[in-house]
Structure formats: C-alpha cells, structure tokens
Nanobody
C-alpha cells in the first residue's frame, strides 16, 4: 500500500515554472513507477510523464515535451515534476500515481493515487 500526496501547484503567469512534488508513504516506494497525470475541466485524464524504478523517463503529453523534467529521490520517497514555459493550456489538476511494473500512460493501470494539486496558468 502506498499513500501519495501532491504539492507545489498554484497560480503562475504564462511562461512561468512550477515544481510539483509527490510524497509517498507506505512500503516499497522504490519498487514502484510513478506517473504524473492531469485533468482539465471537461477533458479526460491524460498522462504527462512517468519515471521508472531505474530513473528512466517516458513523456506522454506531446504538448509538454521539452518543458518537463521528472526526477525521483528514493531516500525521501518523493518524485518531482519540473514544468517550464507554462501556458494557459496547461491549466489542470495534476495527479501523481503509482504502480509496480512498467510505466504506462493508461491511468486505469495505476492503483495508487494522490488527491491532486491545482495548476492554474493565467495572467
């Protein structure tokens, strides 16, 4: 069992940056891959980026490629998502999720979820 808590969201101007954190408690954090997802109002939840046990990364949101850096600190049971050059289209609730196995952008395959953190990009 893992419990996940996101933080770091907020209001940012277009072109700005945010670093989201996903802190985990429970057992065997290092055994899990961690994915970030987002959901904008009226839209389906979509995969953003994922980091596997060895630090390998997979980016799913084409619109965000080149603007994301995901990292993990297993000693702190935390995964970070650095987002740069944010635009209003990035406004959404951002969630982290965990699963054992490989990274995937299929949210149905992640059994553990945080409560989400709101990211609003607006001037």
């Amino acid at each position: 069992q893992l419990q996940l808590v996101e933080s770091g969201g907020g209001l940012v101007q277009p072109g700005g940056s945010l670093r989201l954190s996903c802190a985990a408690s429970g057992s065997r954090f290092s055994y899990h891959v961690i994915g970030w997802f987002r959901q904008a109002p009226g839209k389906e939840r979509e995969g953003v980026q994922c980091i596997d046990r060895g630090g390998g990364r997979a980016t799913y949101a084409d619109s965000m490629k080149g603007r994301l850096t995901i990292s993990r600190d297993n000693a702190k049971n935390t995964v970070y998502l650095q987002m740069n050059s944010l635009s209003p289209e990035d406004t959404a609730v951002y969630y982290c999720a965990a699963r054992q196995g490989a990274c995937t952008d299929s949210y149905a395959h992640y059994p553990y979820w945080g409560q989400g953190t709101q990211v609003t990009v607006s001037s």
